[in-house]
Structure formats: structure tokens, C-alpha cells
């Protein structure tokens, strides 16, 4: 499933939209909070307030009691083993998971202040608000040019498409590589190439947020550090989440890093992920609070 099917955009939404739920005049709601970490207090606008979240597939629990804040302009790193539902987690942020009929979210997600999950909330504006990148980069069959203009067509936006698409494709740094071959198809690219593709896609719609799922785990070193690279010049702009396995990509990009980790209850018939740690990338990777956390940085545990 990808994030600009005609399932997701299936509907006009007028432009100039900024509140979640479809025709509201609110403007999206502004609201630092405090955040304490490693003893010091700073101001910080919320993007997501998360509230005892739990994930189940068919009443079996995936992850449960989540209890987060992400930030604007920053970047937050999930990391953990495999199974520990980081792409659970992930796909709570803009109710990608309505998407699978056996999962149940629980607690509160409040986006900018609003609850994600009311029941006045259109998925359709979730979407252009909160944009996704997934592992495998998944570009239409069309060409580059009408790839990014999918969005902000089906959405109507305002403005000149020809300008939409370059400055979407300047911000994923890839105009230089694109512009003279933009009515070529994208499956024509290289794989960092589609990537940086999808991502212009996401900016094209002009999202508040953009999740990323492993965005480089199908890239070379050299299509990676390009992504990373884009990534801390995209948070000036956005909000990024990202799930990644690579203690190194979260070190080096993020802000800040949540650990999950899966756990057993007694009978060791069933596990579900929950966060060991959450707190300022620094901290994580230099002085983590709980002793799990640095097993799993040092590579001792995962
Ligand atoms: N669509 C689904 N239906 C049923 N169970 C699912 C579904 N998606 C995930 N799960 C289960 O939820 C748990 C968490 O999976 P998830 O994919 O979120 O983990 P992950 O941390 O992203 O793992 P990985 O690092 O391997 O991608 C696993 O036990 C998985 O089997
Ligand atoms: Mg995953």
C-alpha cells in the first residue's frame, strides 16, 4: 500500500486546508510544551502526543502502553529488534494501520492537539498532512514529471504545477539528475534515484510531517548518506519520524531516539514491543538511562 493511491487522494480536498478535519477553519493549533532531557528544559513546539498506544492484530498485542512526543523541525529515530513493532508504531502516526481490518489502535494520538483518531478526522487529509516513505522505493509507472504531480492534482492545489514538481524535486535533491528526463518513467531511475523520487512526491503536497520506514534499508552507502544528507535539510521545513536498524543513520541523523524493545510475558507464549527508552539521540547513544538501551546501541543484544 503506498501513501499517494488514488485510495488515499480518492477525493477533492481544497487547498489551503490545514486542520485535520476536512472544511475546518481552525488554524493548526501551536502549542510548546516543555521537555525535559538530560536536566535541561527547552521550549519545543508538538507535532504528536502519543498516550498509552497499543497496537493489536486480531486481539493479539503488537505494542503496547506507547507513551511519546515527537517535535517539529526534528527528527525521531525509532529503533529496535525486528518484531518489536516500530512499523506498527509508525503507521499509527497517519492511521496507516486502519488500512489492515484486524488492527486495533488504543490511548490517545493527538496530532498539533487534535485527536488522530476522532471521529470528524478526514484520513484523507491525515495523509497530505502526514506523508509516507516506505523501504522499497515505490514509484508509479508513470514518468517522473507526473509521479510528483499526482498528488497536487488530485488534490487541486494551487499554483503552477511546472513549479510545484521542480520545487518539490530541488527540495529531495534531485532536479540536477531529473530535470532533463522528467517525461522519462521513473522505474528508469536507480534505486536512491526512486527513493529521492518518492520523497519529492511526499514534499509535493506540502506535508507538515514525513515518516519514514527504513527509507534506506534497499540503498548503497552512497544513495544513503544522500537521503541522510536530505534529511537533516528537510527538517528545517518538516517533521521527520524515521524507524531505522542502523544504530549508525539514527546517530547521525536524529534529534531524538525511542528504543523498543520486545518483551515476554510469563508463559513466553506472547511478546509485544514496548519503548525501554525514549530521550535526545545524544543521550541514547552516550549516557542511556536504562541498561538495555546501551546493550542494544553497543550491538550487545538485537
Ligand atoms: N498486518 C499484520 N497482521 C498481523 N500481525 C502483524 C501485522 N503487521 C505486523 N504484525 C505483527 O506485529 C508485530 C510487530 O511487527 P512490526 O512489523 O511492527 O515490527 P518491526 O519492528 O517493524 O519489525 P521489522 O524490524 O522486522 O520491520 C509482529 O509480531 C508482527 O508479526
Ligand atoms: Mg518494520
Redesign the pocket.
Given at each position: 500500500m503506498n501513501e499517494l493511491t488514488e485510495e488515499g487522494f480518492g477525493r477533492e480536498v481544497a487547498s489551503g486546508e490545514d486542520g485535520l478535519v476536512r472544511g475546518s477553519e481552525a488554524a493548526i493549533a501551536v502549542r510548546p510544551t516543555r521537555f525535559r532531557s538530560a536536566g535541561e528544559v527547552e521550549d519545543l513546539e508538538t507535532v504528536f502526543e502519543l498516550d498509552d498506544i497499543s497496537?493489536s492484530?486480531?486481539g493479539?498485542p503488537?505494542?503496547k502502553n506507547v507513551s511519546l512526543d515527537v517535535f517539529r523541525n526534528e527528527v525521531t529515530a525509532?529503533i529496535?529488534?525486528?518484531?518489536?513493532?516500530?512499523?506498527?508504531?509508525?503507521?499509527c502516526l497517519n492511521r496507516m494501520?486502519d488500512l489492515?481490518p484486524?488492527?486495533e489502535v488504543t490511548g490517545r494520538l493527538l496530532y498539533r492537539g487534535e485527536d488522530l483518531y476522532g471521529p470528524r478526522v478526514d484520513p484523507v487529509q491525515v495523509r497530505k498532512l502526514i506523508g509516507m516513505v516506505f523501504?522499497k522505493p515505490n514509484p508509479f509507472p508513470k514518468s517522473i514529471y507526473d509521479n510528483v504531480a499526482f498528488g497536487p492534482r488530485i488534490l487541486r492545489m494551487k499554483g503552477d504545477l511546472d513549479e510545484i514538481v521542480e520545487n518539490a524535486l530541488r527540495s529531495a535533491a534531485l532536479w540536477d539528475e531529473a530535470k532533463d528526463r522528467l517525461d522519462g518513467n521513473a522505474f528508469g531511475m536507480s534505486g536512491g534515484q526512486q527513493q529521492r523520487l518518492c520523497i519529492a512526491r511526499c514534499i509535493a503536497v506540502e506535508p507538515d510531517v514525513i515518516l519514514m520506514?527504513?527509507p534506506c534499508s534497499a540503498l548503497d552507502p552512497i544513495s544513503t548518506a544522500r537521503i541522510e544528507d536530505l534529511m537533516m535539510e528537510l527538517k528545517r521545513d518538516f517533521s521527520i519520524v524515521i524507524?531505522t536498524?542502523n544504530m549508525q543513520q539514527a546517530a547521525r541523523v536524529s534529534d531524538r531516539t525511542a528504543l523498543?524493545m520486545?518483551e515476554l510475558d510469563a508463559t513466553e507464549q506472547n511478546?509485544?514491543?514496548r519503548i525501554v527508552e525514549h530521550d535526545s539521540t545524544e543521550r541514547i547513544f552516550t549516557n542511556p538511562s536504562d541498561p538495555r538501551t546501551e546493550d542494544y546501541v553497543s550491538g550487545k543484544v538485537g
Open positions: 497496537v492484530y486480531a493479539v503488537a505494542v525509532l529496535g529488534p525486528s518484531g518489536c513493532g516500530k512499523s506498527t508504531l509508525i503507521r494501520n489492515v484486524t488492527a523501504q520506514d527504513e524507524v536498524h523498543l520486545v511478546r509485544w514491543g
